[in-house]
T-cell receptor, first 116, second 109 residues
């Protein structure tokens, strides 16, 4: 159990366009999901916490108007990178937890975004 | 938040044991995790340990926790080529995970 599916696995877009990334919990309900960003050869940086039915909680320094998060159901959270620029190119990963920290956090397979 | 530090690289011969070390600063972390990341993929949870435990063993994996020194280690017995990856330790305080920079493990024949 505790499978998290993330789509797309990779996307290339032009500067100025928006890109939506989906994160789904396949076999459990997730009231909370997390979005991370990972730069090459670096660790994961938490961007925001996505809460079902309410606004996301963004980490300091993350632009909420730039990275729109919607968590409309207990199994789906989306991250939209708006007006993407080359510096937004990165690896984005979502995660969710079944029953909290004691079961660990399950991660999606990640999305490689390249903005040209 | 939690500061988590790891050594960046480890090279090990196939069949030997690998030991990856991690230190953390926040003693209030309830759970400590080890994740594995293969190239271009997400993170795979390998194992975790509750903060009141000293050791946890799961097949080839052994986690040791020294809470006094805030030191966590992961031992992989009989390391195989498929174990080549980046390994992250992470601490959970409430629901937030703080990751180390990751240790790149290279298994050589």
């Amino acid at each position: 159990g505790a499978v998290v599916s993330q789509h797309p696995s990779w996307v290339i877009c032009k500067s100025g366009t928006s890109v939506k990334i989906e994160c789904r919990s396949l076999d459990f309900q997730a009231t909370t999901m997390f979005w991370y960003r990972q730069f090459p050869k670096q660790s994961l940086m938490l961007m925001a916490t996505s809460n079902e039915g309410s606004k996301a909680t963004y980490e300091q320094g993350v632009e909420k108007d730039k990275f729109l998060i919607n968590h409309a159901s207990l199994t789906l959270s989306t991250l939209t990178v708006t007006s993407a620029h080359p510096e937004d190119s990165s690896f984005y990963i979502c995660s969710a937890s079944l029953q909290g920290a004691k079961n660990g956090y399950t991660f999606g397979s990640g999305t490689r975004l390249t903005v040209v | 938040g939690e500061d988590v530090e790891q050594s960046l690289f480890l090279s090990v011969r196939e069949g030997d044991s690998s030991v990856i070390n991690c230190t953390y600063t926040d003693s209030s972390s309830t759970y400590l995790y080890w994740y594995k990341q293969e190239p271009g993929a997400g993170l795979q949870l390998l194992t975790y340990i509750f903060s009141n435990m000293d050791m946890k063993q799961d097949q080839r994996l052994t986690v040791l926790l020294n809470k006094k020194d805030k030191h966590l280690s992961l031992r992989i017995a009989d390391t195989q080529t498929g174990d080549s990856a980046i390994y992250f330790c992470a601490g959970a305080n409430d629901y937030k995970l703080s990751f180390g920079a990751g240790t790149t493990v290279t298994v050589r024949a």
